[in-house]
């Protein structure tokens, strides 16, 4: 892939440099491009497309001023479905790899409904069947739409970790469990101080993946209702009104996306690489 | 200079004749990065002579191979091939390596396609011949290297003597003026290198002219016209295997010859 | 039929399970309908994606620096960036941009309609995926095997269209597999932008009958369903590919 041996993902070779310029250059090509559309059809607006672009970036960005919206929502809520699609997801792996059968068969039944059931099929099905208010005990609990979007987009985080935790608890020798048995450790005690200590960093890169794809599948959420940065991109521009602004503005979403996610790709490339070379 | 030999004709145009030697290596320099592998390689390979080299590895000996046939551009020097430069940024390179064909120590063989299939490809893809003629062809090489029933097996299910065979024969389509071969029974247990060794035997008594990189020693002084000992990128000595082995001049070869003999 | 279908319908009249989507015939069709855009959608960006995956993968090989670096760029957009947001865009903002045919009413529209920018949009997204996959299947194949090829004087694209993609192709399948089940999915999104696909379909059925929870049941069964067989089908290919001397 790119980089040479031994060189850590992070530093971008010349190479990198060069592929990540032309996708700086697709965006400033799209920047010209709305520029050049603009200029042929002037309806007589009084402001330029980066004046507009500058204008809505703090709306987009934290979104309505007293709400929780824009692009931090995406963020918090990638941040939270994947903390509780990961706990879930190491309970669900663990299932999997239970001594009884009916545990094993409920635990793989379950991570492949969640794992083969497209997202935003999940996400409806959360957002329209669960109530509106979770009562406990006399206390009624309001559930947020962003709430409920985050428990949408934590199943399938916990199939796919429930994936993970299974491919790294087999990927360790069977000798370590015997080794552990001979010591008179229970199954408990194997698992928790012994393998799945050395199964963490195996772990990390498809965890970090599945981050990734998370975080690019928060968009999703505008579709329920949730104001996010895409909902409210879209507001933006029924507020403006000017077809030279739609490829700038959604240009700008995935500027914002790509300034997060990327860095995030290399960093995980990194990682691949530092732990895939201790087994 | 007219001359009324057909491989003559077809190498007129760079002014060779039979009588020079077929391919020659002048001062042939090759670094990969900062590693210096050949410094200084001059070698003579005559029509229809049976070359050997041999030497420790990393002596740069397989690389010296895949400059003869272009896969490895070389930095300084000179390499002919029947009288073309081969270090011509001009040269087309499909017209070289149907005059000079190679075999390689594994993983040769295409492994998606039967025995038969395999020696078919090129003549069929690259020379543009006839499929019922070069099927011919296919079998009669397969017969000649003793797999005529193996003409519908993947190499997945022959063994690496019999793959080693087929690779051969594959070469041999393309009706080359050299054969070069790559160590070719370096990854064979003892029996296996025989049939091969058999084979190449064959061929140089036939006449063709052959380039082995190898480590049998036994072969080489038997079918072997002329070997060339090589350690770490230079030649360090050579001469008929007669007069080779038994009176080895330089400490290095000896060494080298006492470690194998 | 007609009784199967009335036997539904007494369910609903028991026990309120609403199977309208089954019982009644415009219901029904509309689903169907609605699932065969599925799975036109899906067989189409997989083909398509693939076709990207091998051209790109093939540019990526290549000695010039531009090109390599101009399919690294593809690649890292597409895979940085949300498909959700890649699918406005095309729709959205490029769209408008295309030129304007007139169709047999004589009303002027858009070339492309939402369903072609659906696999245009799709196509590329899984296409950036594949090239990686596809390269990493290439990287498999024995430098060796590749000199052979180049020794026995077969050119470039020869080598890689005769010896280097068909073992390429075997190496990475089970890597394409997980990527074409995960497009056959994605094509939900396709929702967003109004393409008449299953979920947009069923989305109207449950807004016209009320019958969510049915229909969500019945939503999961046909994708489940549809990446079972594809995933089916992806297993027999790899079974009819399979030569001798790899794997077991």
Known sequence: ?279 | MPSLTASANKAHAHGWTPDQPIISIRDVYKSFGKVEVLKGITLDVRKGEVVCIIGPSGSGKSTLLRCINALVPIDRGSIKVEGQEVNDPALDKLELRKKVGMVFQSYNLFPHKTALENIMMAPVLVLKRPKDEVEAQARRLLKKVRLEDKADAYPGELSGGQQQRVAIARSLAMNPDVMLFDEVTAALDPETVKEVLVTIRELAEEGMTCILVTHEMGFAREVGDHIYFTDRGVIVEHGPPATFFKEASDPRTREFLSQIL | MESFWDALRSLHDAYGINLVQFYDDFERSRLLRGMWTTVKLSIICILLSVAIGIVGAWLQGSRYRVLKAIVQGYIQFFRNTPPLVQMYFFYFALGPQMPRVVNEYGIAQPMLGSFEWAVISLSFFAGAFNVEIFRSGIEAVQRSTVEAAESLCLNRLQTYWYVVLPLAVRFCLPALNNNLVNLAKTTTQAYAIAVPETLFVASQIWSDHINVLEMMITLLTFYLLLVGVIVWLMTRLERWLAIPGFGR
């Open chain 1, 1 to 279: 892939m790119l980089g040479a041996e031994g060189e850590s993902g992070f530093t971008a070779t010349a190479f990198n440099r060069r592929s990540l310029g032309f996708v700086l250059a697709a965006f400033a090509l799209i920047l010209a491009a709305s520029e050049a559309v603009a200029q042929i059809r002037t309806t007589g607006g009084s402001e330029g497309i980066i004046e507009a672009l500058i204008k809505w970036t703090p709306l987009l960005l934290l979104g309505p001023p007293g709400e929780f919206g824009g692009f931090v929502l995406n963020i918090a809520v990638s941040f939270l479905a994947m903390a509780i699609g990961t706990a879930a997801g190491l309970v669900l792996g663990l299932g999997q790899i239970s001594l009884y059968a009916p545990v094993r068969k409920m635990s793989w039944a379950v991570t492949q409904f969640f794992r083969n059931s497209p997202w935003l099929v999940l996400l409806f099905f959360v957002m329209l069947l669960t109530p509106f208010h979770l009562r406990i005990g006399g206390v009624s609990i309001p559930l947020p739409d962003w709430l409920k979007a985050t428990f949408g987009l934590s199943l399938p985080i916990m199939a796919n970790m429930a994936e993970i935790v299974r491919g790294a608890v087999n990927s360790i020798p069977t000798s370590q469990w015997e080794s552990a048995e001979s010591l008179a450790f229970t199954r408990m005690q194997t698992l928790w101080r012994i393998i799945l200590p050395q199964c963490v960093k195996r772990m990390i890169p498809p965890w970090m993946n599945w981050y990734a794809i998370l975080t690019m599948a928060t968009p999703l959420i505008s579709i329920v209702g949730v104001n996010d940065a895409m909902t409210l991109t879209q507001d933006a521009l029924a507020a403006e009104q000017k077809t030279e602004l739609l490829m700038p503005m959604y240009g700008l979403l995935l500027v914002f996306f790509f300034i997060y996610c990327y860095p995030i790709a290399r960093w995980t490339i990194y990682l691949e690489r530092k732990y895939a070379v201790r087994i």
